[in-house]
């Protein structure tokens, strides 16, 4: 224990309107050359890591020159948010209509005040997602009209067949429906939907390399099209194409839509780690995930920060919760952690130094709280530790004004 006491950085207050950053400073030098960092989460109902993760956002922003925070939810919706954020719609109800409904919390509120503050800044804090999955609202009231709208301004051929561009419409419709389900588009659907995002994709490919500027607007929608045909086949393919597509994704928001831009990635920890055959899980060791995308692209400029906590719960079912933490075996890392009695710790497993039984297999809860035995530095950059755990709070919608 004694490695732990002496080499993690101790955080003393993680409330995310508290902006001096004495206490974090230390990551500086920790994180001074990555590029995109990967913000994880046990769960996607945990306040404790949600209220860390908006104060870490923050000061990735302020202190390490961080620009683009994309989360776990839809290319499109996000992408139509920052829009709307930009035309001076709030970032919390832009949140609302794009982002997946519990990361709106009172952990996270600040996050959206924050960018809110920066968004007419010369450097905004810029929202953007990377899943392939239709998320939020924008997609079932904007999005077909917005693609009508682009390609009407590119005269697409795809308008000229008005049955056929119906049909379509009620097809795609149909996907953003059921995206968050198993339920899969009929064939019928799917060959609509697959045929004419095709012909879309190559029409918008030939105007981006025939134009020698090309613009923004082309290059969303060229992506666009080949996540989608991801999203509307992934669900007939046994291979985890999600993660593949998400990890296509925020490389194209690095190197082209907002290029050169450091991005912070807003995910589940499931998504973010790599090298699952260092997990005693099926699951990760049958499966590549979006972590293993990014450390093939970006190498050590990609850093997983993994979170876990020592006591507490989450959900409750009747009268028992979900999730109740309070004991640990003695070769977990939270029980090495919790040792320390401090309220807050990063430990950074990038370290030559790391003592062997930190880089054998040990007992370790990043994923869902379950106990898994891991060797963590293989599957982790880093990790966060929170003393208490605790659940989201839910925002309650506030009416915008007009």
Same mark, same amino acid.
């Given at each position: 224990?004694?490695?732990?006491?002496?080499?993690?950085?101790?955080?003393?207050?993680?409330?995310?309107?508290?902006?001096?950053?004495?206490?974090?400073?230390?990551?500086?030098?920790?994180?001074?050359?990555?590029?995109?960092?990967?913000?994880?989460?046990?769960?996607?109902?945990?306040?404790?890591?949600?209220?860390?993760?908006?104060?870490?956002?923050?000061?990735?922003?302020? *202190?390490?020159?961080? !620009?683009?925070?994309?989360?776990?939810?839809?290319?499109?919706?996000?992408?139509?948010?920052?829009?709307?954020?930009?035309?001076?719609?709030?970032?919390?109800?832009?949140?609302?209509?794009?982002? %997946?409904?519990?990361?709106?919390?009172?952990?996270?509120? *600040?996050?959206?005040?924050?960018?809110?503050?920066?968004?007419?800044?010369?450097?905004?804090?810029?929202?953007?997602?990377?899943?392939?999955?239709?998320?939020?609202?924008?997609?079932? *009231?904007?999005?077909?009209?917005?693609?009508?709208?682009?390609?009407?301004?590119?005269?697409?051929?795809?308008?000229?067949?008005?049955?056929?561009?119906?049909?379509?419409?009620?097809?795609?419709?149909?996907?953003?429906?059921?995206?968050? %389900?198993?339920?899969?588009?009929?064939?019928?659907?799917?060959?609509?939907?697959?045929?004419?995002?095709?012909?879309?994709?190559?029409?918008?490919?030939?105007?981006?390399?025939?134009?020698?500027?090309?613009?923004?607007?082309?290059?969303?929608?060229?992506?666009?099209?080949?996540?989608?045909?991801?999203?509307?086949?992934?669900?007939?393919?046994?291979?985890?194409?999600?993660?593949?597509?998400?990890?296509?994704?925020?490389?194209?928001?690095?190197?082209?839509?907002?290029?050169?831009?450091?991005?912070?990635?807003?995910?589940?920890?499931?998504?973010?780690?790599?090298?699952?055959?260092?997990?005693?899980?099926?699951? %990760?060791?049958?499966?590549?995930?979006?972590?293993?995308?990014?450390?093939?692209?970006?190498?050590?400029? %990609?850093?997983?920060?993994?979170?876990? !906590?020592?006591?507490?719960?989450?959900?409750?079912?009747?009268?028992?919760?979900?999730?109740?933490?309070?004991?640990?075996?003695?070769?977990?890392?939270?029980?090495?952690?919790?040792?320390?009695?401090?309220?807050?710790?990063?430990?950074?497993?990038?370290?030559?130094?790391?003592?062997?039984?930190?880089?054998?297999?040990?007992?370790?809860?990043?994923?869902?709280?379950?106990?898994?035995?891991?060797?963590?530095?293989?599957?982790?950059?880093?990790?966060?530790?929170?003393?208490?755990?605790?659940?989201?709070?839910?925002?309650?919608?506030?009416?915008?004004?007009?």
């Amino acid at each position: 224990m004694a490695y732990i006491k002496e080499n993690t950085i101790a955080v003393h207050d993680m409330n995310p309107s508290n902006e001096d950053y004495t206490d974090l400073l230390p990551l500086k030098s920790v994180l001074k050359d990555t590029e995109v960092i990967g913000l994880g989460e046990q769960t996607h109902y945990d306040g404790s890591t949600f209220q860390a993760k908006t104060r870490l956002v923050k000061f990735l922003h302020q *202190e390490l020159g961080y !620009g683009v925070i994309a989360f776990e939810s839809g290319f499109y919706d996000c992408y139509k948010a920052w829009q709307e954020i930009q035309n001076g719609k709030p970032a919390i109800a832009a949140a609302r209509k794009s982002i %997946y409904p519990f990361w709106i919390s009172a952990e996270t509120e *600040e996050l959206f005040k924050y960018i809110d503050q920066q968004k007419n800044t010369d450097y905004p804090l810029i929202m953007a997602g990377i899943d392939c999955k239709f998320s939020g609202v924008y997609s079932r *009231e904007n999005l077909p009209s917005d693609l009508r709208a682009y390609l009407q301004s590119t005269k697409s051929e795809a308008l000229k067949d008005t049955a056929q561009w119906l049909e379509f419409s009620t097809a795609l419709e149909k996907a953003i429906k059921i995206s968050d %389900y198993h339920t899969k588009p009929s064939p019928q659907d799917t060959l609509v939907l697959h045929q004419t995002i095709s012909g879309i994709l190559k029409r918008v490919t030939s105007r981006v390399e025939a134009n020698k500027i090309v613009s923004q607007e082309d290059l969303f929608w060229q992506q666009f099209c080949r996540s989608t045909l991801v999203e509307i086949t992934r669900k007939f393919s046994s291979r985890q194409r999600r993660d593949e597509q998400m990890g296509s994704n925020l490389h194209f928001l690095r190197n082209d839509l907002y290029k050169d831009k450091k991005v912070i990635v807003w995910a589940a920890s499931s998504h973010l780690t790599y090298a699952g055959t260092n997990i005693e899980s099926d699951f %990760y060791q049958q499966n590549l995930r979006l972590g293993d995308y990014l450390k093939k692209s970006y190498g050590e400029k %990609y850093y997983h920060l993994g979170f876990t !906590g020592y006591e507490g719960k989450i959900g409750k079912l009747l009268f028992f919760p979900l999730i109740k933490i309070k004991k640990h075996k003695e070769n977990s890392i939270e029980y090495a952690l919790g040792q320390t009695k401090q309220p807050f710790l990063f430990l950074d497993l990038n370290r030559q130094d790391l003592p062997d039984w930190l880089q054998a297999h040990l007992i370790a809860r990043p994923f869902g709280y379950r106990e898994m035995s891991m060797r963590l530095p293989q599957v982790m950059d880093g990790l966060f530790y929170t003393e208490k755990i605790f659940e989201r709070k839910a925002l309650p919608a506030v009416p915008e004004k007009q």
